[in-house]
Structures are given as structure tokens and as C-alpha cells.
């Protein structure tokens, strides 16, 4: 028997209770037994976004999300920046290039924060640059960008909107939407919210929807003025993934009920454990500036297949964890401690991939992470 963990970025483990919800009887979307299950929803997201704002519940991946933070809010030629650190920051430009945007892109070196002050430069240089685009939590390297002061400058800009992926950085960091500013952010089901894929959610700043009246780009089902309209009166444009939002309310409850500020600290709590516990065994992290709390890359000593590693986790001791992808492939695997998660997750990945290397070879000794782990994570 072998027994299954998952520690993926996404999708990451579903609660029982949040598992439980989802198999009551379904309901219809346009009865009234759904308008309050709504209305919670919304009002739960704000709480979670820390924002006044409308919070829509889109259908989708997180990409239609991101597809929606586009056509919603731009035309055809307008410059934007985009922060390219990472296979995320790449979807951002293939999304504004379909849509005709003229994009500024940042290349940022993988496993490297933006530094804000490139960006500050280019606002000041050009006053038509009409939106910046980031990741907060960039999976694909485990890099947070400091999202605090790209706001800060972005700002200033009366006609430039800010606008964030938080698809895996929401929950296990601070976003504060409201008091930075943040025009547009992008959250979904299947990171640290703790639910199966399906959902998409973004904010709208005020500022944002001034500027979705001038907006001409094609949108139909990722209209989100209708979805504005429609959430007003508890609803949705199109059908509700009614399930998905009766799961979501009970994730909101377990989340509510720790209290934000625990959520934050426990996610910082994991991730430095997950931290000090692989560089202990003598790896090296691939994030070189700030690392994210919702997942670590962990780079492979020399002559090491990252591919290898993973799928030994995987396949030997039932642990999903994530490889590397594109120009990181077989150089990293990742470990996710998102959502769901706790210290013993934590402690048995480590002892995991102390297993695994050693029996691929590597000169680690047994039980030197966990130690590690174990001092960071007792109570």
C-alpha cells in the first residue's frame, strides 16, 4: 500500500469538511436557495482580499481570470509592462499580445525578484503605459515580488492600472488590495483557498472600472461588467458552479476561524521550515530574492535529474510534489505548503527527499532535515 500526499502548487488537498459540503444535494443557481450562498461567498472574498471592492466569481482556471484582467480593461495598442520572471509572467504577455497590446516586457532572470525601481523608471519615462502586470508568488520559480512597493509607485500614475496574479501567492501572503492600492488581482480555487479547480476570483478597483467604460475589446463570457451587475443581486452572468461555491464558503469558515493573521504567519512558519530543512542537506534554493510561502524550488546538486527526483517522490513514497518547468526542467523540483497543510506535511516531505536522494546516491544523512524541521515546527 502507498499511501498518497499531495504537496503540489495546485490543486492542493481539499479539507473533509470543505469535501463534505460539496456532496449535499445540488441546488439550482437562479432559485432563491442559492442567493445566500452568494451573498456569503462575496462577502467572505472581500474579507480574504482585505478590500471594499467587488470580488467576482468567474468559472474558470485562474487563467480566465487573467484573460478577463485584459479584455476587460484595455484596447488594441495600448503599452503596458509586463514582469517576466517566470512561466506565469509569460502567460501574462501571450494574454496581452492576443489582445493586441503593445507590451514592455521586463525579463527578469528565473529565480529573481523585479527591482521596483526599473519599473519606477519606466513610468516616469513614458505617461502612456497603461497597466503593469506581476505575479506576487511566481510558481514557477517560488519568488515573491514585492508587491507592497510596485504598488506604491504605481499609483502615482492616475492613468496606468497595477494589476497582480495572486493565484497561488493569496492566503499564504499578506495582500492588503485596499490599502495598497492594487487595481486588479487574480485569485483561484485550487491554491490556498483549498478547493478543486474551477474557480477564478478577481478584485476591481474603482479606478479599474473607470477604466473599463473605454475598454473595446472583444468579451463575451468573461464580461465582467455583467458579472458586476449580476453579483449585485447574488448571481452570476452565465451558470454557477453552484458546488464549487458551497465548498468555497466552507473554506472561507476554516480560513475565518484561524484568523488572517494566523493564516499568514503559518504559511511563513512552513515555508521557512521547508527552507532551512532542504539547505540543511546542503541544497541550494533556486529563489534568490525573496522566496514565496507558498511553494520552495529546491535546485539538485550536480549531476541530479529534477525530473528524477520528483518522479521518485511520486511514485516510490506517494508524495506529489512538482517538477521544474521549461529552461528549469531537471534542474529544480518544488515543494508546495499551500492551503491545507500542516507541520507534519512539511516533516514527511523532508524525510521524503532525504529518502529519495540518498537512495539515488547522494551523500545525506538520514534524518538531518527533519531534525531541522522538527526545532522550527514544534509548538
Known amino acids: ?52 471592492n467587488d470580488v467576482l466569481i468567474l468559472c474558470s482556471s485562474g487563467t480566465g481570470g487573467m484573460v478577463g484582467a485584459v479584455n476587460n480593461f484595455f484596447n488594441q495598442g495600448d503599452k503596458v509592462i509586463v514582469i517576466n520572471g517566470g512561466k506565469f509572467g509569460e502567460r501574462w504577455t501571450k494574454i496581452c499580445q492576443s489582445y493586441g497590446l503593445k507590451v514592455d516586457e521586463i525579463t ?25 502586470f506581476v505575479q506576487a508568488s511566481e510558481t514557477s520559480t517560488g519568488v515573491y515580488h514585492d508587491i507592497k512597493t510596485l504598488a506604491s509607485i504605481v499609483k502615482k500614475y492616475e492613468d496606468t492600472l497595477f494589476i497582480v496574479d495572486a493565484i497561488s501567492a493569496l492566503v499564504a501572503h499578506d495582500l492588503r488590495t485596499d490599502e495598497w492600492e492594487i487595481d486588479i488581482m487574480v485569485g483561484g480555487s485550487q491554491k490556498g483557498l483549498m478547493l478543486p479547480p474551477g474557480l477564478a476570483f478577481v478584485s476591481v478597483s474603482e479606478k479599474a472600472w473607470k477604466r473599463a467604460e473605454k475598454s473595446r475589446l472583444p468579451k463575451f463570457y468573461f464580461n465582467f461588467k455583467k458579472e458586476r451587475e449580476n453579483l449585485a443581486k447574488n448571481q452570476t452572468n452565465f451558470t454557477s458552479p453552484v458546488t464549487l461555491i458551497i465548498g468555497l464558503n466552507e473554506s472561507l469558515k476554516i480560513l475565518q476561524k484561524e484568523g488572517l493573521e494566523n493564516v499568514f504567519k503559518r504559511h511563513e512558519r512552513l515555508s521557512r521550515a521547508t527552507r532551512e530543512s ?8 533556486y529563489s534568490k530574492d525573496t522566496p514565496s510561502n507558498a511553494v520552495t524550488a529546491i535546485m539538485t546538486p550536480p ?23 521549461d529552461r528549469a526542467r531537471g534542474k529544480i523540483f518544488r515543494i508546495a505548503h499551500l492551503g491545507f497543510i500542516d507541520r507534519f506535511d512539511v516533516i514527511t516531505a523532508i524525510a521524503a527527499i532525504e529518502m529519495v536522494l540518498k537512495g539515488m546516491g547522494q551523500p545525506i544523512k538520514l534524518g538531518t532535515g527533519v531534525a531541522v524541521a522538527e526545532e522550527l515546527l514544534i509548538s
Open 1 to 52: 500500500m502507498l499511501k498518497r500526499y499531495l504537496l503540489a502548487p495546485g490543486p492542493t488537498p481539499v479539507p473533509p469538511e470543505v469535501l463534505l459540503a460539496m456532496s449535499a444535494p445540488i441546488i439550482h443557481h437562479r432559485s432563491p436557495d442559492f442567493l445566500p450562498v452568494l451573498d456569503a461567498a462575496k462577502k467572505g472574498l472581500q474579507w480574504l482580499y482585505q478590500t471594499k
Open 108 to 132: 527578469v532572470e528565473w529565480g529573481y525578484a523585479v527591482k521596483p525601481e526599473i519599473i519606477e523608471e519606466k513610468l516616469k519615462k513614458d505617461k502612456e503605459i497603461k497597466g503593469v
Open 278 to 285: 532542504v539547505m540543511s542537506l546542503g541544497l541550494e534554493l
Open 303 to 325: 549531476g541530479v535529474d529534477g525530473q528524477a527526483v520528483y518522479k521518485n517522490l511520486r511514485e516510490r513514497y506517494g508524495i506529489t510534489a512538482a517538477g521544474g518547468q
